[in-house]
């Protein structure tokens, strides 16, 4: 068998004819004749050196090498269809790909999206929740917003957020620390980590406790079940104020400590040198921009 791709006319007729399991039906269909269609099944059935369909006078049925490779054939025709719909999106500039970590996504950026559509309804925006750094190009990304120093080469970094961490709970688990709540009553409580643990340590130490109370408490694999869990009342949660501005507000947490906790590490917004020619990618930015300027404490 030769290792060359069978023609695309013949795939697409054998799709085509698999589906409807009719040539007549595949011909309107493909706006050809059946004889064309059967020529084509006929073309790729030698190509492949196996039989694909069991002809009968009144029918026609898949064998089961054809009904295997009809579902593979079907699955890499719908991702063509979406890849080509996706490229046709963004060249007219209506779809617009951020990546994210899941945790600013759902705590920051899906709470504020709906300012970003009502200001521009021509605008599809794609969230795409990874921690891993994402190729632009390959990925199709068209803007990100990674936590870190904002050191990556040879893209625009420039800095998004970088307000305080502060330490919230439930307002019943803040009455546990008594009507004048001190950092030293932390050490009756439940302190609830993310990935990164010595955000504790390093709270307590400017809060002058200490820090080995930071050595204890439920690990989560990202900020979301941190603050999850301390909606639930298990206990205290270390977060940004501007990831819990909606909870603050409507009560479901407390923040008891006026003292925030400063990093050298924020989130920025990376993009390449060329994103912002896209008009609906230099649109997204500035909003980004001007809702982290709003937002900054």
Excluded at 22 to 42: D, F, H, N, Y
Excluded at 147 to 175: F, K, W
Excluded at 199 to 215: H, N, S
Aim: charged share 20%.
């Amino acid at each position: 068998m030769s290792d060359l791709l069978p023609s695309l006319s013949s795939l697409r007729a054998f799709e085509a004819t698999a589906r409807h399991l009719s040539m007549t039906l595949a011909a309107e269909e493909l706006r050809v004749t059946p004889g064309a269609v059967s020529l084509q099944v006929r073309e790729l059935e030698t190509t492949l050196d196996i039989q694909l369909f069991t002809r009968r006078p009144r029918s026609l049925s898949l064998t089961v090498e054809g009904a295997d490779y009809f579902a593979t054939l079907r699955t890499a025709f719908r991702l063509v269809r979406e890849a080509t719909a996706a490229v046709r999106a963004r060249a007219r500039g209506s779809v617009l790909t951020v990546t994210c970590t899941a945790s600013f996504a759902m705590q920051w950026l899906v709470p504020r999206i709906g300012r970003f559509e009502a200001q521009h309804p021509g605008i599809d925006v794609r969230i795409s929740p990874s921690y891993r750094i994402m190729d632009f190009a390959r990925d199709g990304i068209d803007i990100a917003v990674r936590h870190g120093l904002g050191a990556y080469e040879g893209l625009v970094s420039q800095r998004l957020i970088d307000d305080d961490m502060i330490p919230v709970a439930t307002p019943a688990v803040v009455a546990r620390l008594g009507p004048s709540p001190s950092a030293e009553g932390l050490a009756g409580a439940t302190l609830i980590h993310d990935v990164y643990r010595r955000d504790w340590e390093l709270w307590l130490e400017a809060a002058g406790v200490e820090p080995v109370l930071a050595a204890h408490g439920p690990i989560f694999g990202d900020g979301n079940g941190a603050v999850d869990a301390a909606k639930a009342g298990l206990g205290f949660a270390l977060v940004r104020r501007s990831f819990i501005e909606r909870e603050l507000a409507e009560g479901q947490l407390a923040a008891p400590f006026p003292l925030g906790l400063a990093s050298r590490l924020a989130y920025h917004l990376v993009y390449p040198p060329t994103a912002l020619e896209r008009p609906a990618v230099a649109a997204f930015q500035r909003w980004l921009l001007a809702e982290a300027a709003g937002t900054a404490s």
